[in-house]
Nanobody, 120 residues
Framework: QVRLVESGGGLVQAGGSLRLSCTAS????????MGWYRQASGKQRELVAV???????NYADSVKGRFTISTDNAQTTVYLQMNSLKPEDTAVYFC??????????????WGQGTQVTVSS
């Protein structure tokens, strides 16, 4: 159906930057929104940023002004530019897509996750 492949995670010092990428593939008819969530150890998964096909964005308060979400022209790859990283940004980051395929109405799809570790 829909496959999401993430890349770009890693280890960075506090104050540094990372850029995450996520590419969607499969029998996609429409992608309504793509976004990033994160889950720190022992915590629930939380929204980081989302971008709709109409261009609307929503960011978690904790990342506003530091993270930027964007897509390519085809709107099948979503990026998360993360600047001024803090140790509390350490988490597994998951890509999410809300998509319609030829066989399935609108559904949520998830990537496998990529680890981001920010050292102090």
């Amino acid at each position: 159906q829909v496959r999401l492949v993430e890349s770009g995670g890693g280890l960075v010092q506090a104050g540094g930057s990372l850029r995450l990428s996520c590419t969607a593939s499969g029998n996609i008819f429409v992608i309504k929104a793509m976004g990033w969530y994160r889950q720190a150890s022992g915590k629930q998964r939380e929204l980081v940023a989302v971008l709709t096909s109409g261009g609307s964005t929503n960011y978690a308060d904790s990342v506003k002004g530091r993270f930027t979400i964007s897509t390519d022209n085809a709107q099948t790859t979503v990026y998360l530019q993360m600047n001024s990283l803090k140790p509390e940004d350490t988490a597994v980051y998951f890509c999410n897509a809300e998509a319609i395929t030829s066989m399935v109405p609108v559904s949520d799809y998830w990537g496998q996750g990529t680890q981001v570790t920010v050292s102090s």
